[in-house]
């Protein structure tokens, strides 16, 4: 099936630039009049892609980040450009245990869960922790990118009962949204996957924060050519099995 209508949802305006720029996209400004999300829009080479970010608070200027924040972009996202499929892109934490390193980009697969939504409660623990399967990104391993379960939580940071929900899910990547996103899209019935860029390795013994910002530039600048390649393929290859 060839696939002409594309949505990247992405949480920073930083991880965003790249990307818009990459595929030379224009601001939709009738997006979402009185709410924070943006868009951008464009074409590549006949198919339709479109970029949501969450947008920045008027007060601080800082961009919203975490599961609310994309939970509203990706349904606003829906409701304006019905794509045939979502891409949660962005950055995200990785281990350099389970051989990670900074840069390199990682496709979800074969789920993604909360790692820090813990109701232990007889039948609530999976609920809780969403179990939500993604798009079968094994289609694309032709293109060389590393594969692993994405966990999503509310910091930043990694507490260690954290770690140990990580584990225990087989977690390879750790970010603020994707479960959001990922779960939004399950509803609409709309295939969805990630593609993340890693900025910082959990377990380096460096704080987290000054290593994100440290690699973001670099993280971001991959990012975006992984994009390129993943919406160039999807382009070209009518055989995509969407469901």
């Known amino acids: 099936m060839r696939i002409n209508k594309i949505t990247f949802i992405i949480a920073m305006e930083a991880e965003a630039k790249p990307i818009i720029k990459k595929f030379s996209l224009l601001e939709d400004k009738t997006f979402c009049p009185g709410l924070p999300m943006r868009s951008w829009v464009g074409e590549f080479e006949g198919t339709n892609v479109s970029i949501v970010i969450n947008g920045k608070d008027s007060g601080n200027g800082l961009d919203f980040i975490g599961t609310e924040a994309a939970t509203l972009a990706t349904h606003l996202a829906i409701e304006k450009?019905?794509?045939?499929?979502?891409?949660?892109?962005?950055?995200?934490?990785?281990?350099?245990?389970?051989?990670?390193?900074?840069?390199?980009?990682?496709?979800?697969?074969?789920?993604?869960?909360?790692?820090?939504?813990?109701?232990?409660?007889?039948?609530w623990r999976p609920h809780g922790e969403g179990h939500f399967k993604v798009w079968d990104t094994e289609q694309l391993k032709t293109l060389g990118f590393k594969y692993g379960i994405v966990t999503t939580g509310s910091s930043l940071d990694m507490l260690p009962e954290d770690e140990k929900q990580i584990n225990r899910l087989g977690g390879k990547l750790k970010d603020m949204e994707a479960a959001a996103v990922i779960w939004v899209a399950s509803l609409h019935n709309i295939p969805a996957f990630c593609v993340k860029a890693v900025t910082d390795l959990v377990d380096s013994g460096k704080p987290t924060h000054e290593e994100f910002l440290e690699n973001l530039k670099f993280a971001t600048t991959n990012l975006a050519e992984g994009c390129f390649k993943i919406v160039r393929f999807l382009a070209y290859n009518p055989n995509i099995r969407l469901k």
């Open 81 to 123: 450009f019905q794509p045939q499929i979502i891409i949660n892109a962005g950055t995200a934490g990785a281990f350099a245990s389970k051989g990670a390193h900074v840069g390199e980009i990682y496709l979800s697969y074969p789920k993604v869960v909360f790692h820090d939504h813990r109701v232990d409660i007889p039948g």
